[in-house]
């Protein structure tokens, strides 16, 4: 019996899906299909998938073309799969020419023509909404928004505003952007979402006026170092019936939120500290110390949670204004320890200490890409990760997506009583 097997995604199932695999079968005697998982998917950042799991692999089984389906999990898994299941052919569409070359070593290698004129991104592209993205900023970089915008299904990133007009021409320039407008709310009024990419002391105006013209928002965080304006930000977008979004990607990342379910799970016992700390130089922008304490906190409040009994500051001042704080929180049965530098520079590193082990995550643990895991009763480190690439953006905005798929309009990231908790610990370090 000849066994050959093809791989895909088979999102929106459709002609050309079907083509493929009524070919492949004429390869051979018996199909096997290999069915991207979700958690493959956002690894490698194919984020557009529309349909669940269990939808494709329906749609694959109902062609009545298919023997077996399997599942791929993870890069590098077609060698294993090709050798497991004693495969004779491996089939795939010609769009991917020569990428598989390698695979001749372990079978026959076929590319077979695409069906031409139809594709899962083209039906995406023709029927599913898309959403005008606004930026406002002052800064002369984009965070890699829009770059990372492209990655997702539904999101346009067609115009800025900035109150700077060299500032303006520049940054339109540079990202090749079709609009600029000499007035935010021009801006507003030709946006349905508004990314607000500016320094703390402006960020609370153009969000308020954006919520109030019906217009969803992402925001660099927090919104305002005074935590009653977060409370009003909040109870507006509930008003309004708009999404107001926290810029911390790393809360839609899975691999922090692995570490989220071991810590708060029990799998490294009780908590006994957190230990986490930041830095960065960055003289274009003041106040950068609270945009790192945002990400500091996260880990803290989502961990121990928001009562603590005690909290002290720490706050060292230079020429340019406060460049380094120390926060110390004490909970009933344990403490967490932050430290965030601008020019003073401190080890970038996240460790979690529990009575059975201890989690680590050194460098920029804050994209939530890579985290180890040391047990007391074990003599080996447990690693885990994931691809990641660029600046998290893609998995903030697949998010984003979701919810505006399912009419909601709170976060399931960084919830609304943590963001304002943030908000409140900001404002007594800025006191």
Known sequence: MKKVITYGTYDLFHKGHFNILKRAREYGDYLIVGVTGENYDIGRGKLSVHDSLAERIENVKNTGLVDQIIVEEYLGQKISDIVKYDVDTFVIGDDWRGKFDHLSRYCNMVYLERTKGISSTQIRQENFTTYDVGIVTDLKDDNNFISESKLVNGFNVACVYAADDELKKEFTQRYNLKQSFADYSELVENSDIVYVRTKINNRSRYIEEAIKQGKHVISDPPFSLDASEQVHLYNL???????????????????????????????????????????????????????????????????????????????????????????????????????????????????????????????????????????????????????????????????????????????????????????????????
């Not at 003289?283 to 945009?291: A, E, M, Q």
């Not at 880990?299 to 121990?304: D, E, M, N, S, Y």
């Open 237 to 431: 977008a509930k008003e309004h019936n708009v999404i107001l979004m926290d810029n911390i990607k790393m809360v839609h990342i899975h691999v922090f939120n692995q570490l989220l379910w071991m810590t708060q799970g029990g799998l490294i016992g009780d908590i006994l500290s957190i230990n986490c700390s930041i830095s960065r130089e960055d003289k274009s922008r003041n106040n950068i110390l609270f945009d790192l304490l945002s990400l500091a906190l996260v880990p803290i409040l989502k961990i121990q949670g928001q009562d603590f009994k005690n909290l002290k500051i720490n706050k060292t001042y230079g020429t340019e204004g406060m460049e380094f704080v120390s926060l110390f929180f004490e909970y009933e049965n344990s403490n967490a320890i932050i430290n965030v530098g601008n020019s003073i520079r401190v080890d970038n590193q996240l460790e979690i200490i529990g009575t059975k082990g201890t989690i680590r995550s050194k460098g920029k643990w804050w994209r939530g890409n890579y985290f180890e895991v040391e047990k007391t009763d074990a003599d080996h480190v447990e690693v885990y990760n994931t691809n990641y690439a660029g600046n998290g953006f893609k998995y903030l905005l697949k998010a984003f997506s979701t919810m505006l798929a399912n009419d909601r309009i709170d976060s399931m990231g960084v919830f609304e009583d943590e963001s304002i908790k943030i908000a409140e610990i900001m404002e007594k370090v800025n006191n």
